[in-house]
């Protein structure tokens, strides 16, 4: 703790020897909070923004996220009852749903604003953010289920579920380039609307993988596409800001 | 999906070209000399003016936003520890007001625009850049006015004026010192913005901000 507070002490005033000439009115530290943003609506996001040189700003960004699966189901294997290799009876099909998955997403980044005449952090910028953090998966239902897929043999197999599925997951995220326009209403609030690209990587935790060997029901955010551990999708925030030092 | 990237990596560039603001700073050699810092400064008279014909010109308006200016430039001052004082006809008008400080300011005015030598201006500002000179001949002002330093503490009086047109605002700074009777200081700002009330304040900050940045 000692150590973070003498880091974070170190960090801050590096930053305000870097920009003392910067900043709006001499001020360089925005606070931000989401308005709204690409995986849900509320506010569930705080920012802090430093303008280091006349068009550059680092920010900080820590948001919470939590979405349920989008539900998928995907054939996961063939089962032959009578032993016979070469005739496929049924199809074992698994459906994941019902779950939750909620964490944190910690991102740093750094923005270049396109005005040099009138010095960050007013105006059109473009930039990109890296990130990690954690994401807990709770309560996932595995559904399986077997399709009769042979006519000369109508058999039915009994399906069952898997219930309570949990566990925990790592993120990284990548949102590049992004591109915005922050505006002073003030000398104090601030609206910042930013579209970006964000790339996310979570894969599920073993006991899920083993109950549904997929992670293409992982979002990164409401409007994104899975591909493996990889989700991607653009995004849309509007954030308030304070201009607090 | 290649045109997409392609008009991604573009789109700053484009950006970037769809500046129309400048900023063209010019000074004095002597600002580098320590012994010559400027700490304290008389401005004299800062003014607003909006272009505007007969029939819309609102001098309630203008009279107003030249009050913001005069407490932008005080604070901004402050902020950047420049012991300034305003003299205008508002405050502190004296007869030495009437007969030194407008004639000083009147001549400041007339001397930089008079003496634009071409050793000045060798070079056209790039649209969206700030360019920074060091004068070759500074415009020189009378020997008339080298009492006034010891009459107001300080060699360095000033004039800053913001100018405002359609969709676009001018700030003219200059600093004068008295006791060479030459101008240490001249910038001019060109923004594309409306009259707004944060955008003159971020123009007059970042004027003195950048003069302060000459001593570093």
Sequence with gaps: MKKTLIISW???????????????????????????????LG?????????????????????RFSFSPKEISKITGEINPGG??????????????????????????????????IPAPSGLYMGCDIGFGQARLENYRVIVEYENVDPFEPFTLPGYEINNLSGNAFVTAIEAPFIGYQKLLTSFFTIDTKFSLLTQRMASPSNIRNAFPDNNFIRSNLFSTSGGSWSCGPSIYVKIGFLII | MRRIVFFLLLLPILLSSCSRNWISIERNEQLLNQDREIKKIICIDPRFYFEEDELNFDLEKNQ????????????????????????????????????DLLTLKKQMVSVNFNQATPLNFNKQTTVGEIEKKIFVYPPKISFDFVKLSE????????????????????????????????????????????????????????????????FK
């Design chain 1, 43 to 63: 506010l569930n996001c705080v920012d802090i923004e430093s303008v280091i040189f006349r068009r550059y700003s680092i920010e900080a960004t820590l948001s």
């Design chain 2, 151 to 214: 009459e107001y503490g300080t060699p360095y009086f000033s004039y800053m004026g913001i100018y405002a047109q359609k969709r676009k605002l001018i700030l003219y700074h200059l600093v004068i010192d008295t006791d060479n009777s030459e101008t240490v200081y001249r910038e001019f700002k060109v923004v594309n913005s409306r009259v707004s009330k944060i955008t003159i304040a971020q123009m007059i900050y970042d004027s003195y901000a950048m003069l302060k940045s000459e």
């Design chain 2, 64 to 99: 107003k936003i030249t009050q913001t200016v005069r407490k932008n430039i005080l604070k901004s001052s402050k902020s950047n520890n420049f012991d300034l004082s305003i003299f205008d006809f508002k405050e502190n008008t004296t007869t030495n007001f009437y007969n």
């Design chain 1, 10 to 40: 170190a960090f801050l005033s590096t930053m305000l020897a870097v920009a003392q000439n910067t900043g709006h009115l001499g001020k360089h530290f925005l606070l931000k909070t989401n308005a709204i943003n690409g995986r849900d």
């Design chain 1, 84 to 117: 016979n290799l070469n005739i496929k009876v049924f199809d074992e099909i698994r459906t994941i749903n019902s779950g939750l998955t909620y964490g944190y997403l910690f991102k740093i980044g750094l923005r270049r604003y396109f005005n040099k005449i």
